[in-house]
């Protein structure tokens, strides 16, 4: 009788240990690799799955003449390729990042975000990278984000200091009007690459592209461990 008794508390004993421990074991957070991941990147490879759009963003990514029509294909396979090396580099260092088609999430939030485009002139002569933060940031972050990509990047490539309205007002930026936008505290720039216009430029930039996105990478790893709080 007192040995049945033994028997079952010690059984009882060994239930509840097991139950306990499964209780603890279920409350405790998991520890997964998304854990370590401290920062979160957006990449946005110009004019990427223009597909069917909402009617808001109806307009925004179509080609504004015949030249822009016929840059656009190839703007679109370069600023994907170097998103998508961007994409693998800040990975290696551990930060998450999303690539983003030209319908962005509604108010998508990141610690960054970084539009890739590439521009063309009518004159052939005319060169030099351009970025430019968002006019509409809440964040007060984005003209860092900008500089930190300028200071980078002009190590490789020689700059173009004209930056126009419909870079730093990019329909991306502006949660004023689009729904389907950034969320004000995210800082943004967008950045054109080269001028595809230029010969000399877009050769370079074909056969350096390893090179121009480890600059952006470098540019966006100095924002991130700078201005974090
Ligand atoms: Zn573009």
Known sequence: MFRDFIIGFS????FLGTFAYKAFKVSAP???DASRVKFKVALQPGHYLVGPLPEELKGISQASSI???LFRRKEKRLALDL???VKEKLELAGVEVDILPVQIPPRYLADAFVAIHFDWNLDPSVRGFKVAPSDFDLSSKSSQLALYLFNSLKEIMKPYNLVTEDMSKYYAFNFK???HSLDSRTPAVI???AFMSSLKEINFVQK???KVAEKITEGI???LTNSSV
């Open 83 to 85: 998103a998508l090396r």
């Open 191 to 193: 950045l054109e690459v």
């Open 208 to 210: 350096n592209l390893d």
């Open 67 to 69: 030249n822009a029509l």
């Open 177 to 179: 009007k689009f729904k």
């Open 30 to 32: 998991p520890l997964t």
């Open 11 to 14: 059984l009882g004993i060994i």
């Open 221 to 223: 790893l100095k924002f």
